[in-house]
């Protein structure tokens, strides 16, 4: 397209920081910024763009012949008519350029990469809710609510209500004298003191720990070959329920899983926090032992910074990221902090037992003088570029400061204590929304950010970004009713006495809304959920009335069948079946051997180990049916509430209601008994005549039908979900 003179000047000249600058960055600055000079144009500087294109001349020339951006990999980058238009209109003008204005590719969003000025780097504000007479997580969401035409769903039963609070904070299903307790009680705060009950539970850090060892990659071995057992690492474990339990203020909480070593009042169990830095996988026999330690950096970097700042930083090992404002030189800023630690093949991974001054599965660093970390050509280690002075991520331009030196006598570096305190700098953008987007995600399902590990360019935009915000500065501050500033268990309390989180699962214009909003991004019913693996299981323990509420100490290892343990180079030696007693405790307590996960876990979406896991995997399969069937676990546990009932009361009706509240925490309906009785006289008739023609008289026909029910109730999706 050719832009006369004419046509230009019958148009204003272009604003250079609103329009032109933005044009430059997004499509000239990849290749000609003060770094990079390709062609020895550099187009960052208003000296730069006269020196290099003739004041404008040669660039217009090449931009209108097609030749500027070059192809790449054959595919034309064009201009389009509109941004050639655009281009030549200021050139014309005169091309103007502000004295001193220097262009940044990372400066500015385009339609290809975020700039610093993307929303989630942005400093947080608290917004005002729309409606101020509401709790203000339903302003926010009713506001949003009214502007697409959509109502909230009534609220939900209080039968459902009581359900979904105990399998949300503790993952257990709560029994029927629990739910009797709390429907008699007809106080105006009924529901807030039912939330304070299961907050204060110690299950309730059984529960919530499970999310952030997901994060963390957390396992009990290895992994690769030999998958050797990692010592002592469930004290990390329960190091992270004891803080979920006791509320540690979320500071506290990253400052010592990332520097506990280097806390002034260190302890014990601060240098067993920093087990979180050695949770991740271990090759002890890699190709190349001088490129792996490359490789446990880039693990150290991507756990530390998808879990604490939602960002994926390892991609800008190899060059500066594609879509983020990061460059190479923050990937290795970050890797430094942990450069200084003994990640090297002589050390198997970690600090030594009297390096570190304790039994715990921790970490420190081996000196306070580590030599310098250089940035890698392409990432490779056998191309090093210049050193890189230790430093935080420089699009957080408030806080992009240089690091302090080690004080005299320091064995350690202090560097990650100081990106502790960057993390939890109240001036973070993305700290508390990372947080409080995890909180949330795990009480609805998805985050107001569907993607948790990421909330640079390629995430899921925010739903509904004010109400994030103002979750994010309310965790950060003290409330007003004295509540203590980064503490969860608040932000758990503001959330479940919203009357968002107290809808029904079921709307009365269910079919209307999914029209308009298929996957109820807008929250105007409650989402309903399946159980996760772990809560599956510990519920089928709970309502058997066989759960072993043992917490702490070292793991158990479940029953595997043969089949399972088929590879393994030692199996009597690798595979230590634990007693009955011990395979009945909670799930989180379970020995996770990353090459020899459980079957029925992984079957319902156990995540993988190996990297951090910000939100697993929902699928529905044949397989989970066919386990559910056939598994040994299950069948077991169909057994022992068949004998639980049977202990309960000899009366058949009486036994098919307190199965009713057992698994469903609800009553049966008179069709259900009906056809619960049908299928036990059925199956009855059955093991009758089965036991009689095999010559068994040691088996119960009368047990083995209720096993049945009982198989059968254990196998329904009203057990498996929570509405």
Not at 70 to 75: A, D, E, F, H, L
Not at 389 to 396: M, R
């Amino acid at each position: 397209m050719q832009i006369t003179g004419a046509t230009c000047a019958s148009k204003t000249i272009p604003d250079f920081d609103e329009e032109i600058a933005q044009l430059i960055s997004k499509r000239c600055l990849e290749c000609h910024n003060q770094r990079d000079l390709k062609g020895d144009v550099n187009l960052a500087t208003s000296k730069g763009f006269q020196d290099g294109t003739k004041n404008g001349k040669i660039a217009l020339k090449l931009i209108n012949e097609g030749k500027m951006p070059p192809k790449s990999k054959g595919i034309s980058k064009k201009l389009s008519d509109k941004e050639i238009e655009l281009f030549t209109r200021w050139i014309k003008g005169g091309a103007n350029w502000p004295k001193d204005r220097v262009l940044d590719l990372y400066e500015i969003t385009n339609n290809v990469r975020a700039g610093r000025d993307w929303w989630s780097l942005q400093p947080i504000q608290r917004p005002k809710p729309p409606y101020l007479k509401m709790n203000p997580i339903d302003s926010f969401i009713r506001f949003k609510l009214k502007s697409e035409s959509l109502t909230p769903a009534p609220q939900a039963s209080l039968r459902v209500l009581v359900r979904r609070a105990y399998f949300d904070l503790i993952g257990l299903p709560p029994s029927p004298e629990e739910i009797d307790h709390f429907l008699s009680d007809k106080s105006p705060n009924a529901w807030t003191k039912l939330i304070n009950k299961l907050l204060a539970s110690p299950h309730y850090g059984e529960r919530w720990a499970r999310y952030w060892l997901d994060l963390v990659r957390f396992a009990e071995t290895d992994g690769y070959e030999r998958d050797k057992l990692k010592e002592n690492i469930w004290r990390y474990r329960d190091w992270v329920i004891a803080a979920f339990n006791n509320d540690m203020p979320y500071t506290q909480f990253v400052r010592e899983q990332l520097a506990g070593d280097e806390l002034q009042n260190r302890t014990e169990q601060s240098l067993i926090a920093t087990g979180m830095i050695r949770a991740g996988t271990w090759n002890d026999e890699p190709n190349d032992p001088a490129d792996y330690v490359y490789s446990r950096l880039e693990d150290m970097v991507h756990t530390t910074t998808s879990a604490f700042i939602g960002l994926t930083v390892k991609c800008a090992r190899c060059h500066d990221h594609k879509f983020d404002p990061i460059l190479q030189s923050d990937y290795y800023r970050i890797a430094s902090f942990f450069w200084a630690g003994p990640i090297g093949q002589a050390n198997q991974g970690g600090p030594s037992k009297e390096l570190l001054g304790s039994n715990a599965y921790g970490w420190t660093d081996l000196n306070a003088t580590p030599k310098p970390i250089r940035l890698l050509h392409q990432g490779e280690r056998d191309k090093p570029g210049p050193e890189i002075t230790p430093g935080f991520l420089s699009a957080i331009t408030a806080l992009d400061k240089p690091l302090s030196p080690p004080p005299p006598n320091s064995k350690t570096t202090k560097r990650r204590l100081q990106f502790a305190s960057w993390i939890t700098n109240k001036n973070n953008p993305l700290t508390a929304r990372v947080l409080v987007n995890r909180i949330w995600q795990n009480h609805f399902g998805e985050g107001l950010v569907r993607t948790p590990n990421n909330l640079g360019f390629k995430s899921a935009p925010p739903n509904n970004q004010e109400l994030l915000d103002w979750l994010a500065a309310e965790f950060m501050h003290p409330s007003a009713n004295g509540g203590s500033a980064w503490t969860i268990k608040r932000l758990h309390k503001l959330i479940m006495t919203s009357e968002t989180y107290k809808q029904d699962s079921i709307h009365p214009h269910d079919d209307k809304y999914s029209a308009l909003d298929y996957s109820n991004q807008n929250l105007w019913k409650f989402p309903r959920r399946r159980l996760e693996s772990e809560a599956l299981r510990d519920a089928m323990l709970s309502v058997s009335g066989r759960l072993n509420l043992k917490a702490g100490g070292p793991s158990f290892y479940p029953k595997m069948a043969n089949e399972a343990l088929e590879g393994l180079s030692r199996k009597s030696g690798d595979w230590q079946t634990s007693n009955e007693k011990e395979r009945s405790r909670r799930s989180i307590y379970m020995m996770s051997k990353r090459s020899r996960l459980l079957p029925l876990m992984t079957t319902f979406d156990f995540h993988d180990t190996t990297v951090t896991c910000g939100q697993r995997d929902i699928t529905t399969v044949a397989p989970q049916a066919l386990a559910l069937l056939n598994n040994h676990f299950v069948h077991t546990q169909s057994e022992a509430l068949a004998k639980r009932l049977i202990e309960i009361s000899k009366d058949t009706k009486i036994q098919i209601q307190t199965a009713w509240k057992l698994t469903f925490n609800r009553n049966p309906t008179d069709n259900e008994i009906n056809q619960a009785l049908e299928h036990l006289n059925t199956q009855q008739s059955y093991f009758d005549k089965k036991l009689e023609s095999n010559n068994k008289t040691n088996n119960n026909p009368i047990h083995l039908a209720l096993s049945s029910l009982c198989h059968v109730l254990l196998n329904t999706n009203e057990f498996a979900y929570i509405d």
